[in-house]
């Protein structure tokens, strides 16, 4: 059964409670939906050494790509500040597999949400099409 923007944005919620951040104290959750219907969810993991932290966006995408499911429909993110937007590098990372029509969904609740595209949210980003003018 294909869920609706609002489930998925109560599981990547509920998912919250697995971020590992023992360090900022600052939980962040991510979930993939890819083009063939399959959930990813991720969460931010910390480390002692801070740098290699990894954020809740990548480590949801990872999971898709790590399973072969490269097609994103829609990734939400929700955290724990007012409209948790994704970080520098996270929009990087985003643009590598997401395309013009994949959704960027920032959610407070299920209530209470915003639908960006790339685009909106990474304009005239360093991609793949870059290195093929070459
Ligand atoms: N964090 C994310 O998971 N995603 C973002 O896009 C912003 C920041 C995490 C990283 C770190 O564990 C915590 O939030 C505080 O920076």
């Known amino acids: 059964m294909k869920k609706d923007l609002k489930e ?9 409670k697995n971020s ?3 360090y900022s104290k600052f939980k962040v959750s991510s979930l993939v939906l890819t083009k063939k219907g ?18 809740a966006e990548r480590s949801a995408l990872a999971g898709a790509i ?4 490269r ?16 970080c520098g590098v996270c929009r990087q990372f985003m643009a590598e597999f997401l395309d013009s029509d994949s959704k960027i969904v920032i959610a407070n609740s299920v ?9 909106d949210i990474l304009p005239y980003n360093f991609s793949k099409k870059d290195l093929e003018e070459k």
């Open 8 to 16: 998925l944005i109560q599981i990547a919620i509920e998912n919250k």
């Open 20 to 22: 590992y951040s023992p």
């Open 38 to 55: 399959n959930i990813y969810k991720g969460v931010n993991i910390e480390n002692a050494a801070y740098s290699v932290t990894i954020c």
């Open 66 to 69: 790590s399973a072969g499911d």
């Open 71 to 86: 097609e994103i429909d829609t990734i939400i993110i929700t955290g724990d500040s007012n409209m948790t937007y994704p």
């Open 111 to 119: 209530d209470d949400y915003k639908i960006y595209g790339l685009d």
